[in-house]
Structures are given as structure tokens and as C-alpha cells.
């Protein structure tokens, strides 16, 4: 094992859903060597729940257990992949794969930890495996999701929803909001907030004065004004022309169709997409396992997997660990940065 001398970021990692693949993917992680070479991930969940997972799924079992007081005396002294045992749920009653205000609301706690724990700067960074929105909403929490769960609880002033691939960065203006409610929630300053913010990360992460493309938000960028209500004109591209003023290298509004073709990938470090699908389909199709997503604008690193709980596959042994390993990886890197 290479690099045994150098001190890993403490890195907390969220359980995610109980019912979900979030039990799995963690076991996957803490029984993955070659995280140690980066980081050191403690797990923020339910030990019990994950011992079941293990038995069920044929995975290693954690090694290290922690209890919440040797978790308060000793987590600047941890140097190898744990769990903290965060009490609460009912490991034995439940049913994996079905969706339920149980689940929802003790996903909702192991991020509250992970936060608490990341004010206090007891780690360096957040990685999360995927919560359920459906369950979240029958347990009465009634954020969207995570990136708005960090920014409120962590006072942002102003954040963004990223994902980061070895070839591409994606940022999105508007996150979980219906479509009726996208136009409304375009403006100017949130345009250009999204672009500063993408356009420090995308620096600091690949080492140089990045390129930016900012996409428009209808068919051909809206054809001169011919398709929508003229908001290539009236927001999108006065927001790109004030980062310009800011001395940000950024082109647009491009068309989204041709945006993401690979000739355009080639010359474009960053994209910046006005609603969730806009952005997250092409990169889905192109990075779905590699990708990583991130919250721009936190005091801490924030990172998470990019795919949900995968309710169908749940506990089957069948889950797919390689995004949650690059969630980490990720947030390792950005600690350093």
C-alpha cells in the first residue's frame, strides 16, 4: 500500500436510505483497500443494519465499530475505514427495497450527523450515498434533497448543484424543481452565482484557467427570440457577459441539443445547464458510474454518488460501489485543493 506515512482526510460518509443500495455500497467502500491509499472514510450509519446487509449480500462485515463517545474522544486519532454507530432504527424491522417513513427519516439523521460533524470540523469532507424522496416526504422532511439539506443547514450564501467526470464538469442553475417552475427561477444573478462558482472549482480541480459553456434554456437557444419568451436575451446572456467582465472565459448560450457533442467536449472544461435534465442526461448516458456529485459554495467538501437507492436491487449483492468510491476519492482530492 503506497503513501502509509501520509495523514488521509477523515471523510464521513452518509449510510443513505436503509432500504436502498446506500448499506451495500458502504460495505463495498470499507471493504475496498485501496481507499486507504487517500482517505479515511467512517461511515455515519447503523451497524447492526449494515451486519445484516453483510450476511445477506455475502460482503465483509465492518471491522471497526464506533460507539457516539469513543466517536467524540477519538476522531482526530482515526486511521482506518469505521462506522459510527448512530442508534435510532430498528435494524431487524424492516423490509429491504420498500420505501417507508422509517427509512426515510433515519437517512435524514445519518446526514444530520455527517453535518454536525463536518461544522465542528471533526472531518475534512461529506461523502453521501443516495436518500429516497418519497420516503423523506412520508417522514415529513420536506427538503428535496441533499444539496438543499447542505446549503440550509450549512448557511450558504450561495451553492450549486456540480458533477465532476475526468472529462466533464456539469453545473445546474435550477435542481428539483418542476418544469412550469424553471423560467421563474432564472435570473441574472443566480445564472452568473453558478458559473463563478463552477468556473473557481473547475480551476482549482484541473489546475488551470478553465472554459466554460453556458447552455441555453430553449430548442436552438432560442433562435433569436423565436422560440420561448426571449430568455437567451433577457437573462442568460447578460449573466454570461457580466462573468466575461469578471474575466471568466465562457461561451454561450449554445444550443443544448449539439452542446454535449464530442467535439464540443474536447474544447469545454464546464457546462452550465439551466434545469436537472438538461444537464444530468448527457452526462448520465456518458459517465453513469464514474460520475460525482458535488454542492458548490459549502464551508466543507460535499460530494455524493450519482445515481438513487435503486430500490429494485436493493440488498441483492448486485450494487454498483464504483460511484461512491469516486464520491470519496473526489472528496479527498478537494480537501488538498
Not at 452542446?259 to 444537464?279: E, L, W
Request: with cysteine; hydrophobic share 45%; aromatic share 6%.
Amino acid at each position: 500500500m503506497t503513501g502509509t506515512h501520509m495523514p488521509k482526510p477523515l471523510i464521513a460518509v452518509t449510510m443513505g436510505d436503509p432500504a436502498g443500495v446506500g448499506p451495500e455500497i458502504c460495505l463495498r467502500l470499507l471493504a475496498d483497500e485501496t481507499v486507504r491509499d487517500f482517505a479515511t472514510p467512517v461511515v455515519f450509519g447503523d451497524a447492526r443494519l449494515l451486519a445484516r446487509c453483510a450476511r445477506q449480500t455475502g460482503l465483509p462485515p465492518p471491522k471497526r465499530i464506533l460507539g457516539e463517545i469513543e466517536w467524540e474522544e477519538k476522531c482526530a486519532g482515526i486511521d482506518e475505514p469505521a462506522v459510527l454507530d448512530v442508534f435510532g432504527f430498528d435494524a431487524e424491522g424492516f423490509v429491504p427495497g420498500i420505501v417507508s417513513a422509517r427509512t426515510g427519516a433515519a437517512g435524514y439523521r445519518y446526514v444530520e450527523k455527517t453535518i454536525e460533524a463536518a461544522l465542528a470540523r471533526k472531518v475534512a469532507a461529506v461523502a453521501t450515498a443516495p436518500l429516497n424522496k418519497e420516503a423523506l416526504h412520508a417522514a415529513g422532511i420536506t427538503y428535496p434533497g441533499h444539496t438543499e439539506m447542505f446549503a440550509s443547514k450549512m448557511a450558504a450564501e450561495r451553492s450549486c448543484m456540480t458533477f465532476f467526470t475526468e472529462d466533464m464538469i456539469v453545473s445546474l442553475v435550477t435542481v428539483h424543481i418542476g418544469y412550469q417552475d424553471v423560467v421563474p427561477a432564472l435570473t441574472k444573478e443566480r445564472i452568473l452565482d453558478v458559473i463563478e462558482l463552477t468556473a473557481d472549482a473547475a480551476r482549482r480541480v484541473r489546475g488551470r484557467k478553465p472554459r466554460l459553456a453556458v447552455l441555453g434554456l430553449n430548442p436552438h437557444a432560442g433562435e433569436h427570440g423565436l422560440f420561448g419568451e426571449g430568455e437567451e436575451e433577457r437573462v442568460i446572456l447578460p449573466a454570461i457577459e457580466a462573468a466575461r467582465a469578471k474575466s471568466i472565459t465562457v461561451e454561450g448560450p449554445l444550443p443544448p441539443d449539439t452542446a454535449f457533442i464530442a467535439a464540443k467536449r474536447r474544447v469545454i472544461d464546464a457546462y452550465v445547464c439551466m434545469y436537472h435534465d438538461q444537464g444530468l442526461i448527457p452526462l448520465k448516458a456518458l459517465a453513469f458510474d464514474t460520475a460525482v456529485n458535488t454542492t458548490l459554495g459549502l464551508p466543507v467538501p460535499r460530494t455524493s454518488v450519482d445515481h438513487g437507492t435503486a430500490c429494485d436491487i436493493a440488498w441483492q449483492g448486485k450494487a454498483n460501489g464504483r460511484s461512491l468510491f469516486e464520491a470519496v476519492k473526489l472528496a479527498a482530492r478537494m480537501c488538498a485543493i
